[in-house]
Structures are given as C-alpha cells and as structure tokens.
C-alpha cells in the first residue's frame, strides 16, 4: 500500500509504516501537480499537515485514495463532510501537539507583556547608540505571576495552556460551548494537584481578563471569535495571543485596538492570508509575529508521527479482516 506524506511525516512515523509493509514517500509535492502525482504514483493514502489543501475536487479527481489524514488538530484544510461521503475515512492526531502549542502561548505572552518582540528588534540597529533610551521604554514590563489569563475554548490546547499558566501563577478563567470542568489536574513535584479553573461567559472574560489566549476551530459562518464588537469590550491594555486559526480574530480591528491602546499587544502564529500574510500586519509595531509553527517542535512531530502511524496500521489491519 502506498502512502503519500505531502507536507512530511517524522523519522519515526516513516519508519513504523515502512517497517508494517508500506512504501511511504515524503516529496513535497506542488497542489497544482499533486492530483496528477497521486495518481501516477498510485497512492491509497494522502498524509497532509497546514500547507496542503484537500478539496472536493482532489477527492474527486483521485479515486484511489482511501484515507487522508492530518498531522495536527485542525481539519480546515481537508473537505471532511465530501471525503466521507466518497467513503474515505479522515484522521487526524488532536492531542499530539497540545504541549507545543501550549508552550508557543507562554512563550508569545511572556515576551509581549516584557516588550521583548519589540526590543529585540531595536537593539541591534539602535543599541550601542541608544541603550538608556530602550533601557528607558521597555523598563515598564508586567509580570505573569498574579494577571488572569483568559482562555477560548478549553480542549486539549485550552488545558495544557492553562496548566503552563497556572505554573506560572496566573488566575485562569475560560469560555467555552461544552466544557464545564471547575478544576483542572496539573502536576507538581510528581503529585498530581486539582487547581480551580472558572467558567465564566465571554462577556466577563474579555471584561476580567488580562490576557486572552484563542483556541477554537474554524467557526461555522466563518466569522471571527474576536471581531471589532468583542475588541471593544476588552478590558483595557490586555494582552491577545493566537495560535488558533488565522481570522479567529478580526486583523482589521486588532489592527484598530492596537493603535488606540485598548489591546497593549498581539502575538498572531496563524494569519488569514497564509502563506502571504498582509504587509501592514507584519509591519505593525504592537505585534509578536511566528509563521505558524505551534506545533512545529521536535518532539511533537514524533508523537503526531507515531499517532498516525498507529492509526494507519490498525486501519489497515482492520481492512484486511474486513475484506
């Protein structure tokens, strides 16, 4: 059986598949030729991650393939509903990346709320000549330890942000449609310590919180979890970090708020015009800026690997009793 990993799959990963009888390919192929190779090659599995596309017209087009799958949470990228429609099973690896993520947050709000994305920028083009004077501005950090992180959408990524903050000594409140949990396990010292979490609505949590942290799919309509309306009602000087989806906030408005002041910073992993995003973005002066590489860590590239790999061996094994 042949598997096609567009966007890469990890040593291991490639390595459990090949050994389980697999021939697994790994060239990184164009989307406007990827239909063509597909078929050429014969593949009955297509491996994809952000940067590749699976339309109804792909699906359509390449017949042969019996399941694709994504290395990551997400499937935005993927047309789920017409795949399995066509009988093509659809898989992905939601808890693989859940620590990187996290970590890419609290990596993003600590170095905004010291001013590090900026300063880091401006010393080595002003810092032999204006030392006091950066000294000066970025003198007036804030601290982690005692501000309240809100967080949207309390899944996995939700979770273990809130136990990196909690570690942090942050208050973590949190909105989300169906999760209800009042605390949540984090461990410390190897003894396992329910912390309380609270569940309050979006309005108090743009009200209450110092810094917001997004986690929620694509919505349905398409519209953004924090549009003008929602910037409006932050409370003033807060901090925004997302590494969800690009548009999960509206970049207009965050745009709008970062200039009168009400948002002090934004980090931003994911943009609406990925792989080019806006240029007026980029420049903007307010913003710690990464090329959506949440997941993009060592080790959570072998566990999505590894996950996959599981799912497509068991898969397999499963057809062969089937059929």
């Known amino acids: 059986m042949r598997i096609h990993a567009n966007d890469g799959i990890s ?15 790994t060239n990184s ?13 014969k593949a009955d599995v297509l491996l994809v991650r ?10 359509d087009a390449c017949p042969r393939i019996r399941l694709i799958g994504r290395g990551g949470v997400g499937l935005d990228n993927i047309d789920v509903a017409h795949a399995r429609s066509k009988g093509v099973l659809v898989i992905n690896t939601p808890g693989a990346s859940s620590i990187s993520v ?11 709320m010291r001013g590090l994305h900026q300063s880091n920028r401006l010393m080595p083009a002003t810092g032999a000549t204006g030392f006091k004077e950066l000294k000066k501005r970025f003198g007036k950090g804030r601290e982690l330890r005692g501000s309240t992180l ?9 979770q273990w ?42 309005e108090e949590l743009l ?25 409006v009602k932050v409370r003033p000087g807060t901090f925004i970090v997302n590494t969800a989806r690009g548009g999960s906030v509206d970049e207009d408005a965050l745009l ?37 590489i949440g997941a993009a860590t060592v080790e959570a590239q072998a566990r999505i690997g590894d996950e996959l790999a599981e799912q497509i061996i068991a898969w397999s094994k499963a057809s062969v009793s089937q059929g």
């Open 11 to 25: 040593a291991n990963g490639k390595e459990g598949l090949e050994k389980a009888g697999f021939n697994v390919s």
């Open 29 to 41: 192929v164009p989307q406007a030729e990827l239909i063509a190779y597909l078929n050429e090659e």
């Open 50 to 59: 952000s940067a590749t596309k699976v339309p109804k017209e792909l699906i």
């Open 102 to 112: 996290a970590e890419m947050v609290l990596a993003h709000l600590s170095g905004l």
């Open 150 to 158: 809100g967080i949207i959408g309390f899944g996995r990524i939700g």
């Open 161 to 202: 942000t809130a136990r990196y903050a909690i570690g942090c000594g942050m208050e973590v409140i949190y909105t989300d449609h169906t999760c209800t949990i009042g605390s949540i396990e984090v461990t410390l010292g190897g003894a396992s310590v329910a912390i309380p979490v609270e569940r309050v609505t979006m």
């Open 207 to 231: 009200a209450r919180a110092d810094a917001i942290s997004i986690h929620v799919p694509k919505q349905p309509d398409g519209a953004p979890v924090l549009g003008a309306a929602e910037l």
């Open 256 to 292: 709008a708020a970062l200039s009168d002041g009400r948002v002090a910073g934004a980090a931003l992993d994911v943009f609406v015009g990925e792989p080019e995003p806006r240029a007026d973005l980029l420049a903007a002066e307010g913003l710690s800026l990464s090329p959506h």
